[in-house]
């Protein structure tokens, strides 16, 4: 490590000498048990560059022409965010097995990113202490919350007071705390265990949502930053179930109601009029409903009006893509032909492994938890159901070493595994996402369930439903 922090220091030199007071940002890192060997870096979704990582797993990369604020990096499917600012050079460290928590800055402008990594982390805390809290009456829980509000500006307080900090960050912070106290307020009618939502909406005091007078839809500013977006998700969440029960007469709550998805969509047409953060929230939506539903005439509906508002011709490719892959899959159809390789490397075609009832399952090296999770869950159900044949698919397109390595390395059988010949293809006909997706088919390769979960309450009624056919 220290090796390592005295050739970053030597770079940083090489990159800086020409001019001290040029407008750049030095960033590096090390990786440790990398799931590739590059690392993305973006800005705004922007992709910057894609840079390599070197033999020890180690990059370097000068930003010029730097946009003060959030940066992102993404390696695998992990991302993380850094704060850069004029003349940084800061490098991180961190271990793919436990992405965020194993995260540490050090160089110039590191204080600042370790202290939004830590806030980062205690809001997973705290978010699961809210949910908790979310059962409260509205004054108890709005007393409870505010104290957290406190406690955190009483933290940034203490921060600004023993570093030098610039306003760009002050404001973010301060921001960061804000919003995150709105989203607490947000989910507070949907995650309350009440089912009737019209009066738990109905027993909020009347200044429970005062700051969205001055909620700003179209702040392109934050539209990089975690607290920011996941404000505006919740915020629509509880907009469209207040539209929802006013022209409705249920008073519980249904997050796959055609209606109340297409309340959603409008109203973030209505108050969103930066481009870019429509798009963004129409396709998180959209995505979000799409890979829930197994109702195809309410997925045609919601993808028409989708493609009737979004102007992000990549966005809408992909939606109208999954949309007829997920039509392709309802029940009845019969299983697409997919090309598998296994252990030995050798090719076969999925529909010659359908010799009874199966329940298809998929995997990747960047959801290394889920990984292991889905194994054990299996090893359970093939006790209990030994009636149905269960199938693993890794989608990675890595080397078939570390595939089995992975496998070995747990303890899992080699029996029933494969991968993709044509990975992204086939990604695209089962329209896998999220990864958790099950596919259930019978013994003659008839769709029975193309969207099921096998960690889902009734998972097991629907293998018990398998047997009996």
Request: with cysteine; hydrophobic share 35%.
């Amino acid at each position: 490590m220290r090796v390592f922090i005295y050739s970053l220091i030597i770079a940083f030199s090489v990159f800086t000498c020409k001019n001290d007071k040029e407008n750049y940002a030095v960033l590096g890192g090390e990786i440790i048990n990398p799931n590739n060997d590059f690392v993305v870096i973006l800005k705004s979704e922007c992709v910057l560059d894609t840079v390599k990582l070197d033999s020890h797993n180690r990059f370097i990369y000068k930003i010029n022409d730097l946009q003060p604020g959030f940066y992102t990096f993404r390696h695998g499917s992990e991302i993380q965010m850094v704060f850069l600012e004029p003349n940084d050079s800061i490098m991180f460290r961190l271990n793919t097995f436990d992405f965020d928590e194993s995260l540490v800055y050090s160089g110039d402008g590191s204080k600042k990113n370790n202290y939004f990594i830590n806030e980062f982390l205690q809001n997973e805390v705290i978010e699961k202490e809210i949910f908790q809290l979310c059962q409260l009456n509205p004054v108890d829980f709005e007393n409870k919350i505010n104290l957290i509000k406190a406690n955190k500006i009483k933290e940034l307080k203490g921060f600004i007071n023993n570093n030098k900090t610039s306003d760009l960050f002050e404001e973010i912070a301060e921001a960061n705390i804000n919003y995150s106290y709105y989203t607490s307020k947000e989910i507070y009618p949907i995650i309350n265990y009440r089912s009737n939502k019209r009066n738990i909406i109905n027993d909020l005091p009347k200044d429970f949502y005062d700051y969205r007078k001055n909620v700003d839809y179209n702040n392109e500013g934050y539209q990089d930053y975690l607290s920011y977006n996941s404000f505006l998700r919740t915020n629509f969440n509880n907009l469209a179930l207040e539209k929802h029960l006013h022209h409705s007469q249920e008073n519980h709550f249904n997050s796959k109601s055609i209606c109340y998805n297409l309340d959603r969509l409008n109203l973030i047409d209505s108050l969103v009029t930066n481009h870019s953060i429509k798009n963004d929230l129409l396709y998180y939506f959209t995505m979000s409903f799409l890979n829930k539903n197994n109702d195809i005439e309410n997925n045609e509906k919601l993808t028409k009006f989708f493609l009737s508002k979004s102007t992000n011709k990549k966005n809408n490719e992909i939606i109208s893509n999954l949309a007829e892959s997920i039509n392709n899959l309802k029940p009845g159809e019969v299983f697409p032909n997919i090309d598998l390789v296994n252990n030995e490397n050798s090719e076969l075609n999925f529909n010659d492994l359908i010799k009874k009832p199966t329940a298809i399952y998929f995997w990747s090296h960047n959801f290394y938890d889920h990984f292991k999770d889905s194994h054990y869950k299996v090893n359970e159900l093939k006790e209990k159901y030994p009636e149905i044949n269960f199938i693993a698919v890794n989608i990675d397109s890595d080397d078939v070493k570390k595939w089995i390595n992975s496998l070995n390395k747990n303890s899992f059988p080699l029996t029933n595994e494969y991968r993709f010949k044509n990975p992204e293809e086939s990604m695209h006909t089962l329209a896998i996402y999220p990864m958790t997706k099950v596919i259930i088919i019978d013994k003659n390769n008839i769709i029975v369930n193309s969207n099921s979960n096998m960690f889902s309450s009734n998972f097991e009624e629907q293998l018990l439903g398998l047997i009996s056919k």
